[in-house]
């Protein structure tokens, strides 16, 4: 196994690599993250793509709005897409600054546009004056990449409280439902809406019964969602990532005792990098995917039993 540390990643997503190899398998600590968790402090460090993604214009002078953007899949999604000439919004919660902060160099580093919204997804005005501020600032809105989420691991259902049960809901689908409502009048023929849901959506694990319910209704909610749009010219597609190396994880997304192993039964033996997700978001988001429409991709480094 290579010892290549991810974030001193020397080449790029387009030069030819083994996928077994091209990122370590890691094993993380069994140490808990406070709060949502942050990139800064995740141990080892995440690929977000800082030094390896290279755009070659595949959204030029597109307007994205990523929730959950300052940290893991969101981030590296709002890194690949400034680097491919999109201006980009991001939203995260306050005590997320530091990282947010981080992605909005970034950004700005690509020559783009970069505007951060903290606000909490469980706000039901959240959603309005988030796509206010938005299409104020970039002057529209073309790219709505719904990925803020939830995510907490409990032994058995019994561990699950009323407040867990209505948070995971209220951030993972519900806070999906309004922000579409939110954007829809603003979309033109051409905008795309990416929706993140997961490999827990067909494959549920035993612990994670309130996340994994929630994002089989993302599915449910894309393939709907997309047949009501595709007339009007806006395509709706999911991502559904396997075990990627994000702040999600040792910050209650697993239980503590399992980060260790965390994405080795995968085929590739290990688990994803935030950057090897952002690509498909770029092909979503591009009009290269134009006849893509209530699809789900997977990015999950091989498993047998997602469709
Ligand atoms: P992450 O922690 O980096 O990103 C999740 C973001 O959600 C946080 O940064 C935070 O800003 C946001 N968020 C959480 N609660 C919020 C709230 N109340 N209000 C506003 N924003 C809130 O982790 P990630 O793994 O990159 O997660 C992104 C998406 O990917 C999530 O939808 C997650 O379910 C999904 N996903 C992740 C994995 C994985 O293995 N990491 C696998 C499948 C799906
Ligand atoms: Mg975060």
Known sequence: MNDKSPDTTETDQLVLQNPVTRYPKISPPAEKQPGTGSDADLTPKADLGEKSYRGTGRIEGRRALITGGDSGIGAATAIAFAREGADVAITYLEQEQEDADKVVSLVEAAGRRAVAVPGDLRDREFAKTLVEKVVDELGGLDILVNNGGKQVAQNELA?????????????????????????????????????????????????????????????????????????????????????????????????????????????????????????????????ESSYVVGETLNVNGGSATTP
């Open 159 to 287: 561990d699950i409280d009323d407040e867990q049960l209505e948070a995971t809901f209220d951030i993972n689908i519900l806070a999906m439902f309004r922000l579409v409502r939110a954007a829809l009048p603003h979309l033109e023929p051409g905008a795309t809406i990416i929706n993140t849901t997961s490999v827990q959506a067909y494959d549920p694990s035993p612990t994670l019964l309130d996340y994994a319910s929630t994002k089989a209704a993302i599915n449910n909610f894309t393939k709907g969602l997309a047949q009501s749009l595709a007339p009007k010219g806006i395509r709706v597609n999911a991502v559904a990532p396997g075990p990627i190396w994000t702040p999600l994880q040792p910050s209650g997304g697993q239980l503590t005792e399992d980060l260790p192993e965390f994405g080795h039964d995968t085929a590739l033996g290990r688990a994803g990098q935030p950057t090897e997700v952002a690509a498909v978001y770029v092909f979503l988001a591009s009009p």
